[in-house]
Every structure is written in C-alpha cells, then in structure tokens.
C-alpha cells in the first residue's frame, strides 16, 4: 500500500492555458474525491466517483473543470483556460464503500499557480 | 447549505496544557462528524469520528463529542505534545462519505 499519489506536487501555468492532474488512489478503494484548497481554508469539495462513475458534482465545478476515472482507477482533472482565481491547492482522496467511506485517504496534493 | 465554523487560530499552547478546539455546525440533517489532521509535509488524515448524537470519537488522547442539542463537535486533549503541533479540520457528510463540508481548520502550535 502506497498511499494516494498526485502528478505533478506543482505546476505554474499561464492564464488561458490548459492544465490536466493525476491522482493513483490506493488500489482497493473504489472511491474515488477530488477537492480545492485555498490557503487559510479547508479542502471543498468538487467531485466524487464510485469505480467510473461520477455521482456528484459540486457547483464549485465549472463547464472549465472536468473530471474522468475512465477504469475505476487512476483519476485525472483538467482545468481548460485557467484563471488566478484557479491558484489552489488540488487533494485528492480515496475510500471503501459503507464504514470505510468516512476514512478519506488524502493524497499531498498538486499545487497549481496561474500567472 | 451545510456549512461548518471552527474557533480561529492560531493556538499556541505550552506542553502539557489542557487543549479545546471548537467546533459547530449547521447541516439539513443528521451528518457524521469527523476531525481530520495536517501534520507539517503530510497530507490530511483521519483523527476521529462520530456517527450519531452522544457518541465520543477518541484517538490519540483527543475526543470529541458528538452534541446535536447545540451542533457541536469540540475537539479536546488533557495534556498536548510537541508532536500535536498541526492544522486540525472539523469536517461533516450527511450521505455516508458521498460529500464531506470541512471548517476552514485551526493551527496548532506547542512549544516545548
């Protein structure tokens, strides 16, 4: 066991340009949580998938931000045209169904900077 | 919408002092409580947790009580290390882990 894993830990990026995230969640959760992280505040929400499937959707996730877990596993989130207001820390978290949905396993996150 | 309120920080406290970090919340309905923790270069992990009203969550000596008649989860410790010094998150889901709302966090610091 590994842990969660996040690709790149950071990434700066011109305003306007695209950016796409990795994150390998531990290989039996099928779970899978995409947050944002500003500074001085808690992880929000975005996204969460159970194997491919994604259930929910925060309305913090603009038509610029998608998100796919095309095989149940690794997950990927792109940013299309990105704006400083985009300059967060990214986490992701993994987790078991049932009782083991409460225990996220969070990731160290990718740090992203729009200039 | 749920939302959760944390006491601001930071906490400075000496080793061995008496520690409470409160928590309360507003939520639709009847959510599972939860403390998570940043240590310094680690990601966010799981202190403890409470599923129903009256319940304790306890780990590490912290505990926390689940309080629905005044929506609240404070966090406490009788006697804090150097080693506690980290950002601690009061977190809530109402779906069984579908959509956690967390507080903005609290810092910690001991000193020795």
């Known amino acids: 066991d590994t842990g969660v894993s996040q690709d790149p830990r950071h990434k700066i990026t011109k305003r306007g340009q695209n950016v796409t995230f990795r994150c390998d969640p531990i290989?039996?959760?099928?779970?899978l949580y995409w947050y944002r992280q500003t500074l001085g505040q808690g992880p929000e929400f975005l996204t969460y998938?159970?194997?491919?499937?994604?259930?929910?959707k925060s309305r913090l996730l603009s038509d610029r931000f998608s998100a796919e877990r095309p095989k149940g596993s690794f997950s990927t989130l792109e940013i299309q045209r990105t704006e400083q207001g985009d300059s967060a820390m990214y986490l992701c978290?993994?987790?078991?169904?049932?009782?083991?949905?409460?225990?996220?396993?969070f990731g160290p996150g990718t740090r992203l900077t729009v200039t | 919408g749920d939302s959760v309120t944390q006491m601001e920080g930071p906490v400075t406290l000496s080793e061995e002092a008496f520690l409470t970090i409160n928590c309360t919340y507003t939520?639709?309905?009847?959510?599972?409580l939860f403390w998570y923790v940043q240590y310094p270069g680690e990601g966010l992990q799981l202190l403890l947790k409470?599923?129903?009203?009256?319940d304790k969550g306890s780990n590490k000596g912290f505990e926390a009580t689940y309080r629905k008649e005044t929506t609240s989860f404070h966090l406490e410790k009788g006697s804090v290390q150097v080693s506690d010094s980290a950002v601690y998150f009061c977190?809530?889901?109402?779906?069984?882990?579908?959509?956690?709302?967390f507080g903005p966090g609290t810092r910690l610091s001991v000193l020795p």
């Open positions: 978290a993994s987790s078991t169904p049932g009782q083991g949905a409460y225990e996220q396993y």
């Open positions: 290989s039996e959760h099928n779970r």
């Open positions: 939520a639709t309905g009847y959510p599972s």
């Open positions: 409470a599923t129903k009203a009256d």
């Open positions: 998938f159970q194997n491919e499937a994604q259930l929910e």
């Open positions: 977190a809530l889901s109402e779906d069984y882990g579908q959509n956690f709302v």
